[in-house]
């Protein structure tokens, strides 16, 4: 019997056991791949940390990037893009699974299905443990939105596309048209580099990004920000950009519930506020009723998104990361018999991805 390799978070902080479970035959509407690499997310790590719950026991990992191995489909399946997926081709999928008919679904948000399948986020179940990226296959499910991958598309910069990147597209988009408009940006790590970048590409004349770690606020300006600095000095960067008038668009990406608090008196009559960091329990933030309906503010939660945000984050990519130094903050790579050794580093806050490779 053929075996897969992965490592098992049961729930205890900073544990992880490496186990072998044996390899599924896809079924109709399946596709098994084996995974290329994984690189970790911040979610990954409230998890493994004990900041967050996630049910256990669990393989984590969701910015997987995979090669297909077997399909259980006959014609073969289609991308999200309509083309043909076989054997050898390298992809990425959703990180949820959706159904396609459940009340959130016919509502526009796939990532709240109610039968939905999240890729690193599920309790072992028999003949269903391969389902995180920690391990050396990943069975895709029905209703995984599947794109396949450039091939000049380096690893490093591809692992985040369905998590990081596909999210910053969904924020982008509920943040309205980016052309000639002053953005600010709290936080700097992959979420935050990646608004900047998309941000600017999008036309924006102003894209301000703060983060409370001064190295990673400077690493902006390589990723298109206009101005970076730390959390003080916002107001005056503001200023400066604005005449006084304030910012379009805050992308609130770091969850700190004092950048929350800095960012409203940031934005400019009639602005939008996208909150997209707040994944673990924050203090809550007190607001004035009076000011978000004086000053005609929008407030947006994102929390994962759509397919169609997957595809674009894929086509942007494609076409921007040689623009951009994506590549370079994957910092390290190690083999999943080191995945512990991996989230040690990843808990640093200069690294911005740390990555497993299966093999």
């Known amino acids: 019997m053929k075996t897969s390799l992965a490592a098992v978070f049961d729930g205890r902080p900073h544990e992880l056991e490496l186990r072998s479970f044996p390899l599924p035959e896809p079924l109709r509407g399946e596709t098994l791949v084996r995974i290329l690499g994984c690189t970790l997310c911040g979610s ?3 998890s493994f940390t004990g900041r967050r719950w996630v049910a256990t026991p669990t393989i984590l990992g969701h910015e997987i990037v995979g090669q297909i191995e077997s399909c259980g489909d006959a014609p073969p399946p289609r991308d999200l893009a309509g083309h043909e997926l076989h054997v050898g081709d390298r992809v990425t999928w959703s990180i949820v699974a959706h159904c396609g008919d459940c009340f959130y679904c016919l509502r526009g948000l796939p990532q709240k299905c109610t039968a939905g399948v999240k890729y690193g986020h599920e309790m072992l179940r028999p003949g269903r443990e391969l389902l995180g990226g920690l391990a050396e296959h ?16 380096p690893l490093a910069v591809a692992c985040p596309a369905n998590c990081a990147t596909a999210t ?22 992959l979420l935050g580099l990646t608004a900047c970048a998309m ?13 409370t770690h001064a190295g990673r606020a400077q690493r902006a300006l ?13 107001a005056g960067m503001v200023q400066a950009a604005t005449a006084g008038y304030g910012v379009d668009v805050v992308l609130e990406l770091s969850g700190a519930s004092a950048a929350l608090e800095a960012a409203l ?3 400019c009559l009639g602005g ?14 007190a607001l004035v009723p009076e000011q978000i309906v004086r000053r005609n503010l929008t407030i947006r939660g994102v929390h994962n998104y759509a397919p169609r945000h997957l595809l674009s984050a894929v086509g942007f990519l494609a076409a921007e990361h040689a623009r951009f130094p994506f590549a370079a903050l994957v910092s390290d790579w190690h083999p999943l018999a080191d995945a512990r050794v991996a989230f040690a580093q990843a808990l640093d806050p200069q690294r ?3 990555g497993v490779r299966a093999r």
Do not use: Q, W, Y
């Open 352 to 354: 911005i991805r740390v």
């Open 265 to 267: 008196p940031a934005l």
């Open 272 to 285: 939008t506020l996208v909150l997209v960091g707040a994944v673990f329990p924050t203090p809550p933030v």
């Open 44 to 46: 990954d790590l409230h």
């Open 199 to 211: 941000a600017r590409v999008g036309g924006a004349a102003e894209v301000i990004c703060v983060d």
């Open 222 to 234: 390589d990723f298109g920000a206009t101005r970076a600095g730390s959390p003080p000095e916002l």
């Open 138 to 153: 990943c069975l895709l499910v029905p209703g995984t939105s599947i794109v396949k991958l450039p091939a000049d598309l």
């Open 168 to 189: 910053i597209a969904a924020a982008i988009a509920a943040a309205g048209p980016m052309a000639d408009r002053a953005v600010a940006v709290m936080g700097a790590g």
